[in-house]
């Protein structure tokens, strides 16, 4: 049975979240702030996390970092708040999707069996890597080394921490070497069609790999900008 944590706030829609839930066959849990619930992640296992953006004491998004920097789960940001600009700053992140209250509970249930699914196939995927280099299952493009299994990225033998859809769009640029993909194209294969957002948030990502991987960000050796088309990774 997949295990789902609710980060919520209001403990009435929190209940109503996890009854629609528990009747689609996963088991809940349900945290009422976001230190309750990073506590509650450091303490258990979970498949998915439905987050409130809008929490006393530490907000959504101060939570979605912390678990972005431990955990590659599916996470939903749920909140009333519909601006773009909290839709755009959720997906850069690095949440899965942004759901505007209200919403119907067959809404909930089928956004949260589709990340599953996708997370699921992704890890499947990403288990059956070609490899640049020739050493199993993991791609080696010069100094860069990206591993699948472990979902670790190396430069030069360090570490290098990656947020979940960092690594993602990193991995699947190094699995198409020099093949160009639009934003809206690399939006659509990391996100999905499900996600709400803008393919504004793949601009933001690229930015921060480039931060954590390029000597000089603004002359970038492994990740490419193509003018008028899109990016590549450089092989």
Known sequence: MQKIL????????ANLQKDYLELSGFEVSIADNGTAGL???GREAFDLVLLDVMLPGKDGFEVLRTIREHEDIPVLLVSARAE???KINGLGLGADDYITK???SAELVARVKAH???YERMKERFGQSANVSGRGKAIQVRGLRVDPDSRQVTLDGREVAMAQKEFEL???LMQHGN???????????IWGMDALGDASTVTVHIARIREKIEDNPSKPQYIGTVWGSGYKFIV
């Open 6 to 13: 609710i980060v919520e706030d209001d403990l009435s829609i």
């Open 39 to 41: 506590e509650t992640l």
């Open 84 to 86: 773009e600009i909290y």
């Open 102 to 104: 209200p919403f119907s």
């Open 116 to 118: 599953l699914h996708k």
């Open 170 to 172: 990193l991995m699947f």
């Open 179 to 189: 093949r160009v993909f639009g934003k809206e194209e690399l939006f659509d294969r």
